[in-house]
């Protein structure tokens, strides 16, 4: 069952399940509409007899989830504890898998494992960081299994989507439409990037793995600075890089580097293969990024 299929990560992530013949579940009401996360009596209409949960419905932003807080506490949080609440009063133990993020992480030089100072930034963050504490509480209090993946930053698309997201998806669209790349600061702060088709695939495997229930895992990719994958996108285009000074409210919810070092994953699910920016920016048109 998926939570959030018409996002970007819940699109990819259900033709992936199908690709490999998974019963996927987009849970619906009595009336055919799809279920709002945030409507009990909805909610009491679902049976939850499947394996896993992929709840990847929600919000996602910096500065926004300021500006529209009530929102992404509803929808992240409010919504997650809906469906836990929901499932725990039922006979079945389906597992949770659950999207965390980059942002619950304090900063640092060094690449991120798994228990590395928190730190929560903005109001999306929080929330993704009490998500990952409400998975504990059920799991706890009602025997409810849970598998948190914490991303860093997705790109790419397949399957008709032709729009990256996030980050490479504003660099893209600023080479595009502006024939201009604009990076705040340096750039120097590394991020690690992961192609969509990879974090799918990740996100599957470990949802499935025995030995990764109840644990939380940083979704390894390519550690590059976020300079890097700029020039590397201006250069697609033959755009212009440029850099600003922050904004001051930029600069006070800026993380500075958060990579991961996957090494847990690696642990889990043993060898990995992963893109790389500099083979999907070759080998894929400049309309389909």
């Known amino acids: 069952m998926i939570f959030g299929s018409s996002g970007y990560l819940g699109w990819h992530l259900k033709r992936s ?19 709002d996360i945030l409507n009990a009596n909805q909610l009491d209409e679902l049976l939850w007899d499947v394996d896993i949960i992929f709840f990847f419905a929600g919000r996602t932003g910096t500065w926004a989830s300021f500006d529209e807080s009530a929102s992404f506490i509803d929808l992240n949080l409010s919504g997650l504890d809906n469906v836990l609440r929901h499932v725990s009063r039922s006979e079945y133990r389906p597992r949770i ?19 590395a100072p928190k730190e929560a930034k903005t109001v999306y963050a929080a929330t993704k960081l009490a998500g990952e504490h409400l998975l504990h ?22 399957g008709g989507r032709n729009q990256s997201y996030g980050t490479i998806g504003q660099f893209v669209t600023q080479a595009k439409v502006n024939r201009k790349v604009t990076l705040y600061g340096e750039g120097q702060q590394k991020r690690t990037f992961t192609h969509i088709d990879d974090l799918c695939e990740l996100i599957i495997q470990l949802g499935f793995a025995k030995n990764a229930l109840n644990e939380s895992f940083n979704l390894p990719g390519e550690n590059l600075s976020l300079i890097y994958a ?3 996108i201006a250069e697609k285009y033959s755009a212009k890089l440029c850099t600003t000074p922050w904004e001051d409210r930029h600069l006070s919810i800026e993380s500075g580097s958060t990579a991961f070092s996957g090494q847990k994953v690696y642990r889990t699910l043993g060898k990995v293969s992963l893109n790389s920016i500099d083979n999907w920016l070759e080998s894929s048109p400049s309309d389909c990024l």
């Open 17 to 35: 399940l199908e690709a490999l013949r998974h019963e996927v579940v987009i849970p619906k009401t009595n009336r055919g509409d799809r279920v």
């Open 97 to 115: 898998v659950f999207p965390s993020s980059r942002l619950v992480f304090k900063g640092s030089d060094d690449l991120l494992c798994e228990d």
């Open 137 to 158: 509480a059920y799991a706890a209090a009602f025997e409810l299994p849970f598998t948190i993946c914490r991303i860093s930053v997705p790109y790419g698309s397949r």
């Open 230 to 232: 700029a020039e590397r």
